[in-house]
Structures are given as structure tokens and as C-alpha cells.
């Protein structure tokens, strides 16, 4: 694996034109997460629409893949209920944490796909997971917590339903 | 010339440099400020010493006890002789932030016994409301983040010199900074991230003229210059042992005679006592009152051969090689569009740490395309946040050379700097 492949077109196209990005009129939680060994920052910032899904805001300064990863995760979680954003959080884990041998699902993961060449790179999962933490945090603070029984949004019903 | 040194030479007593890496990339070690590579007579030394002659130290009735402890204090004496200094006013730390810590809670410590055994406090180490500490705008985290909390303890504030754009200490409110409150004022030698080597004389000169307490961080200075640690003019001074060829877990802490005989100790226990009653003890007169538990006496055989290799090459040699190294990175830096020094710019009272910004990409992504070519540099804060926050970078990438580098090591980060600016378009 070279460092080309670690740098995906779309993380470089998410970190150049980060989609999401700003801060919320009004927010129910914030979290502001820093990676104390690089300086890496990102706040993140949560409340519930109307119609029951996260709105997600976000500032942040670091390199390309903690803001990369801010954008991609601003885009996969917006508008999708708590449980949902757990489901993919717990997916996007799983692939950080899978030193490169887990397989992607990019119907979960989206864009979020894009990311798989970092796990392979030890000090660089932490800069991926950066604003990941700083959701869960956030929807913590706000108490938009998921309800214990997965509901129809949750990703244990699709992934029964996927042959 | 750079080549004073015998480069070539030199790569070959370190076997780590033949290592290929990230594919099958030869190592470019431009880490040197983090921790520096080992040479064979230091790992030697220490295989040998627990090989013929492992024991307890300063205890034990038999053979290898008293050659345990001739190799510890043997040692000892070679390092102060290495910096010009009296054996015994050189204590072994665990590394260079247990040295400084060491030196901060003389302080809390003197702070806290002053109201129940003042007949143990020197008022030289006593902090109260009123008082200050002074220390930079460029330390690293180990000599600031001690005297944060030997201040919060005591109800002393801490004051700090600020730096001048070019990366050096602005001196010019020197005496309101430095006043007749000053209790201690703990400055670095040489910064580890900006480069930049500053006038400790006069900051210690200064410290003495308002009675307070001067404290040395030479972590970047004596392993890369002559420096004869008594002269800088301070009372106390602490540097590492990994930094100058030496094994990890040895440091170094210098204290004036007087000093040293005035400092409660920092930690407690075994070897550092004189008399010990269920009431009460008695300490050891210094370094042993802070050379609490076993020592690392394997460490310090170590670090003996890593100073005796460096008086080989010669430390005034070591010092011009770098010079010119330095003087070298920084031409090729200043070369390449778009990328900015962070610190001096110019190679006087600067040392070999280079640290710089891309425009357009961050020190993460400059650092992993380096990596990607074999080339190690560190990229972040440097354990320096607030040295960042003044130059308004949120971390920096930093080259740093030894010994064991030449221009070729360099021009190797040239080349992976200029791919990651082709690759992001920067």
C-alpha cells in the first residue's frame, strides 16, 4: 500500500469541499474534540428535526482526513435517526479498527468507504475517528440517545434483509 | 565543510540505519530531536554490564555489588566530566521531565513544609501569593506544565517572556517579566521546535540579580554543541540521555553545590535516606537524596559510552557539522515555493531543528508522504501547543538532523515535500 491509496479522490474532495461544514443556529449538544498529539480539532454540533433526524453541524482545523472524515460523516448522518447514526458509527469503527483486513460495506458506510486505507496507518485512525467521537459526545450531551430496540432505520434490520 | 564528520562512517556504527521500510525504502532518520539512534558501543555496554557485573547498587557485601556500583558512579563521573561538571552535583533521573518536575517540586514541596518544619525550607524554594515564575513562550510542555502546577498549589503566577516574529525571545520588557517577585525562572536552552538558542547567561545573570532560582532545559543543547553546563549560569539544569545516543530511561539533572543541599527531596524511599525511624527519617546527602529506589545503573553504563563516542567524534566537530547541515535545510527549505519557517530563518544562535509550514497542507499530510518515501520527520505540536498558538499554526513539520546525517538525507525530504505539493495541488 502506498500513500496515494491511503489518499482517496473522495477524502480529497470532502477535505477541498468539506459539505456540511458550519456551525448550527441552534444547537441541543456540541462536543469539541482535539487529537493532543497533532493539534488536529473539530466541534461538532447536534440537534433533532422535526421529522425525528440529527442536524449536524461542524467546524474544525487538521488535516485531510480528520476533516475529510467530518464532511463524509456530516453528510452520512444528517436527517438519519440516532440508532441509525449508532449503526454507522459502529460500522466505520469496525473498519478503523480492522488494521486493514475488514471488508467495507458501502451501503452503510457510504463515502465513508474511502477511508479503508488508514486503518492500515495507526497514527492516522485516530485524525478518521476524530469527529465520529465528537458526535457521539454531542448527541450524549443533547440526549438524543438511540432506543434500546432497533427501530426500521437501524442497520441490524437491513443487514438481515441483505443476502 | 559538512563532511568534517566522517558521515559514511559513522551510518555504520548504527545498525538501525540499514533498515528498509514502507515497502523497501531505505530509513531517512530526520527524527533526531524526538530520540536519536543508537550506536553499537552504547547497546555494548549495556549487554556487557548485565552480562559480568549485574547487582544491587551502594548495597551488598560481594564482588559484583562493588562492580556495580564503580560502572553506576563510574559512569556518573564520565557524564559530569562530558558537561564539566562535579560528579556529585549530577543526579540520574528517569528522563529529562522527571529532572525538571524534580526542580519544580523543590518548590511545592519547600511551599508545603514551610508551615509544619520550616527548619527544613530554604526561603529560596518557598512560593506564595505575590510571587512569581518565569518561564518562555517556547518551552516545551516539560518545562511549563510543572511550574503551572507548582503556581496553582502555591497561589504564584506565572509570567512568561514572549517571542518576536523571527522565532526569539523578545527581551525588551525583560526586567518587568523578570522582577523583585521572581522566585524561579525556567528557560530553554535550545527550542525544540523553533531551533532557536537563546542567551541563558544573560536570562540566568538576570534570575540572580532579583535572588531567584534559574533553571536550565538543555534537552537539545548538550547533545548537540559543547556545552559546559556550569558555566550557562543557572542552578539548575536537566536534560535527557535518549536524545544524545544514550538508552531511553536515564536523564540528567545538574545542580550547584549549594542547590542541590538546599532541595527537599522529590521522591522517596529506598537508597535516598540516612536514617529511617517509624517517626521520622533523615536524608542522604545529594545526588542520592533523589535517587530514590534502584537506580538505572544499566542506563547509565549506557549513557557513559554514548558520551565517550561523542568526545570521540568531538563535541566542537558534532557542533559545525550541524551548523552546516542546518544551514543546508534551511537554503532548501526557503527554496521551495509555498513553505514557511517556523522560527529563525537565519542559521546563527539556531539549531538543528527545522520546523516549517506548507501552505495547503497540513504537517499530517506532509509527514505521511514523507513516511511514504522512507523519511522520518515528526509533524504536530511538539509537546510546544503554545509555541504553535504564536505562530498561528496548529502544529508544525519538523526536520531534525544528528551525527548520522548528511545533505542527501535532506534533499530526500525536499523531494517528498514537492510530491506531496504536486499530489494535494498545493
Known sequence: ?163 | MVESLDVARIRKDFPILERRVRGDHPLVYLDSAATSQKPTVVLDAERHFYETSNAGVHRGAHQLAEEATDAYEGARAEIASFVGAQPDDLVFTKNATEGLNLAAYAFSNSSALVAHAPERVDPRFVLRPGDSVVVTQMEHHANLVPWQEACAKTGATLRWIGLTDDGRLDLADLDRVIDSTTKAVAVVHQSNLLGTVNPVRLLMDRAHAVGAIGVVDACQSVPHMPVDVPSLGADLVAWSGHKMLGPTGIGVLWGSTDVLASMPPFLTGGSMIETVQMEHSTYAAPPKRFEAGTPMTAQAVGLAAAVRYLSDLGMHRVAEHEHALTGYALAALQALRGVRIIGPDTNHDRGSAVSFAVDGIHPHDVGQFLDDRGVAVRVGHHCAWPTCRRFDVPATTRLSTYVYNDESDIDQAIDGILAAQAFFGA
Open chain 1, 1 to 163: 500500500m502506498n500513500v496515494e491509496a491511503l489518499y482517496q479522490d473522495i477524502i480529497l474532495d470532502h477535505y477541498k469541499h468539506p459539505r456540511g461544514r458550519g456551525l448550527l443556529a441552534e444547537a441541543s449538544g456540541e462536543s469539541h474534540q482535539v487529537n493532543p498529539t497533532c493539534g488536529d480539532e473539530v466541534t461538532v454540533q447536534v440537534s433533532l428535526g422535526p421529522e425525528g433526524g440529527l442536524v449536524v453541524g461542524f467546524e474544525g482545523q487538521g488535516c485531510s482526513i480528520s476533516q475529510a472524515s467530518a464532511s463524509v460523516m456530516s453528510e452520512l448522518v444528517s436527517g438519519v435517526p440516532a440508532a441509525r447514526a449508532d449503526a454507522i458509527r459502529a460500522e466505520f469503527l469496525e473498519l478503523m479498527r480492522g488494521k486493514g483486513a475488514v471488508e467495507p460495506d458501502e451501503d452503510v458506510l457510504g463515502d465513508a468507504v474511502a477511508f479503508a486505507g488508514v486503518a492500515k496507518y495507526p497514527a492516522r485512525i485516530k485524525c478518521a475517528l476524530l469527529p465520529w467521537t465528537a458526535l457521539q459526545d454531542a448527541q450524549a450531551r443533547a440526549g438524543i440517545i438511540a432506543d434500546t430496540q432497533p427501530d426500521e432505520g437501524s442497520i441490524s434490520t437491513q443487514k438481515e434483509g441483505r443476502s
